[in-house]
T-cell receptor
Framework: SQTIHQWPATLVQPVGSPLSLECTVE??????LYWYRQAAGRGLQLLFYSVGIGQISSEVPQNLSASRPQDRQFILSSKKLLLSDSGFYLCAWSRGRENSPLHFGNGTRLTVT | AQKVTQAQTEISVVEKEDVTLDCVYETRDTTYYLFWYKQPPSGELVFLIRRNSFDEQNEISGRYSWNFQKSTSSFNFTITASQVVDSAVYFCALSELVRVASYGKLTFGQGTILTVHP
C-alpha cells in the first residue's frame, strides 16, 4: 500500500531563517506531488505541484520554492521566512490519471516568530 | 475561475441527529470532479468521496450519503445518525479535468466545522 510521510510535524522558526520541509511517498512510482497551505485552520491553497522529477509548477507567487530531486521526494523551501509564511503545510500525492484522488500527509505546522 | 462555497461555517448537533453539509460550486468546465475531505483534529485530510460531472447518481456509504445536483451546482453531504467521532472540518473541493496534473489541482471550499455533542 501507498504511504506518504511528511516532516517535521511542527516547526517554529524566526523571521529571516531558511526553511526546508520534506515529503516522501512510498509504494507507488511517478506520482503527481503537491504542496498545499492551510492558513488559520481553514481553506487550502495549492502552492506547487509536480508531475515528474525536476518539474515544478507554481500556482501563486510567494516567498517559497519547491523541488523534486527524486521521483517520490518533494521539498518545500524558503531562503528567508516571513511572518506571513506561518500556516499548516500539507503534502499530497495522486496517481497521474483520471479518477485518482489526492492523498495527504499529516502536515507540518509552521510558526514563524 | 472555479469557486467552491460552503456557506455553513460551523454546525453543532447532538449525537444521533442527521446533519447535511452544503456545497455549491462554480466552473466553466463541462467535465470536472467533486470531492469531499474530512479533517479531524489531528490535521490530516482524509479522502471521503469523488464524483465526476457525468455521474449524478447519489451515493451512500454507511452513514454517509452525497447528493449531486448538476442543475443547481450542488454537492451536499449528509451524515445520518451522527457520532462524536464525526466531529471534524469537512471540505468540499472541485477539480478541473484539463491536464494530467489537474486531477490534483483542487479548489477547496472554506470548510465547515462540524461538532457532534454526546
Amino acid at each position: 500500500s501507498q504511504t506518504i510521510h511528511q516532516w517535521p510535524a511542527t516547526l517554529v522558526q524566526p523571521v529571516g531563517s531558511p526553511l526546508s520541509l520534506e515529503c516522501t511517498v512510498e509504494g507507488t512510482s511517478n506520482p503527481n506531488l503537491y504542496w498545499y497551505r492551510q492558513a488559520a485552520g481553514r481553506g487550502l491553497q495549492l502552492l506547487f505541484y509536480s508531475v515528474g522529477i525536476g518539474q515544478i509548477s507554481s500556482e501563486v507567487p510567494q516567498n517559497l520554492s519547491a523541488s523534486r530531486p527524486q521521483d517520490r521526494q518533494f521539498i518545500l523551501s524558503s531562503k528567508k521566512l516571513l511572518l506571513s509564511d506561518s500556516g499548516f503545510y500539507l503534502c499530497a500525492w495522486s496517481r497521474g490519471r483520471e479518477n485518482s484522488p489526492l492523498h495527504f500527509g499529516n502536515g507540518t505546522r509552521l510558526t514563524v516568530t | 475561475a472555479q469557486k467552491v462555497t460552503q456557506a455553513q461555517t460551523e454546525i453543532s448537533v447532538v449525537e444521533k441527529e442527521d446533519v447535511t453539509l452544503d456545497c455549491v460550486y462554480e466552473t466553466r468546465d463541462t467535465t470536472y470532479y467533486l470531492f469531499w475531505y474530512k479533517q479531524p483534529p489531528s490535521g490530516e485530510l482524509v479522502f471521503l468521496i469523488r464524483r465526476n460531472s457525468f455521474d449524478e447518481q447519489n451515493e451512500i456509504s454507511g452513514r454517509y450519503s452525497w447528493n449531486f445536483q448538476k442543475s443547481t451546482s450542488s454537492f451536499n453531504f449528509t451524515i445520518t445518525a451522527s457520532q462524536v467521532v464525526d466531529s471534524a472540518v469537512y471540505f468540499c473541493a472541485l477539480s478541473e479535468l484539463v491536464r494530467v496534473a489537474s486531477y490534483g489541482k483542487l479548489t477547496f471550499g472554506q470548510g465547515t466545522i462540524l461538532t457532534v455533542h454526546p
